[in-house]
């Protein structure tokens, strides 16, 4: 069976459609209107026909002509404004979001859960609760796409990007990449299986764990000597030579050129591959760079660290 329309599976799938179904009736409309002034004319002005010719009335040429382009241009931002305010309102950040953390390469893509648990080409989720991708490319740009769940987000080598979406209907949907991404660009897609809570909490609880990303970043932050720095002060052993890490994840930090910024993963990200770029203030400009030395992967797992890293002391 031909399906001409993909299936609607998350809060914002709804929303899109409504969004295509006017922007459709809107152009089928004007079509439609020139379609039949393009036959009136020809058929009224064609060669040898009686119909008056000259000069349009000034009305005709002045205040139609000014009307049109003013009534284009207020749908234009009406339907702007619509798709923008839909956009912002979608998926608000939700704290008991669940955290995905995708790699992608030529040609696949990796998943894995904050337990440990891991998939290839594949995503399981629950029906009902925001899930929070955390994306970064290990090559090129690629482009993460589930028609269904009408979600797209590009995804690039050396940053970090995300996407939250909350699944509405459970079933098996289709995973595509949707960015040109070499040969097998055409052949780099999965699966996203939507399940009821009770089945997904089975599902994870079955499969095969290794350690969660932040106990595995926590040992590359001591195996890459940052410890020897920042430490873990909140036993009151570290010698204080770097900014303290406890608490820093989404809070504001000064740096040495007065602005503020928020610790975000871009932050963090940044500053382990490009320490000089936002220096704290108050502390020397002494860190090195780790670019080069820390691969994607490590990277997911040292910002998982920064980010359990909740509770200053």
Known sequence: MIQFWPAT???L???????????????????????????????????????????????ISREVEVGWTAATLFLALFLFAWATGMELRANPPQPDAIEVHVLARQWMWKTRHSNGAQEIDALHVPRGEQVRLLMTSQ?????????????????LPGRLTELRFTATQTGTYDLFCAEFCGTLHARMGGKVTVMEPEDFARWLAAQPR?????????????????AGCHGDRRGGSATVRAPRLE???????????GRVVTADEAYLRDSILQPKRDVVAGFPDVMPSF?????????????????SLKDAP
Not at 291 to 307: F, I, P, T
């Open 9 to 11: 599976a998350s809060d």
């Open 13 to 59: 799938a709804q929303r899109v459609d409504g969004l295509t179904g006017v922007l459709l009736a809107i152009c089928g409309a004007i079509l439609l209107l020139v379609g039949c002034l393009l036959l009136g004319f020809s058929i009224r002005y064609r060669r040898g026909s009686t119909a008056k010719r000259g000069a349009l009335p000034e009305f």
């Open 139 to 155: 090559d090129v740009i690629h482009s993460f796409f589930v028609p269904a769940f009408r979600a797209k987000q590009d995804v």
């Open 210 to 226: 290794g350690d969660d990303l932040a106990r595995e970043g926590a040992a590359l932050f001591v195996s890459l000597g940052c």
């Open 247 to 257: 608490g820093v994840y989404n809070s504001p930090v000064p740096l040495s050129d």
């Open 291 to 307: 670019a080069g030395l820390v691969h994607e992967e490590e990277m997911q797992r040292l910002l998982a660290y920064l980010r």
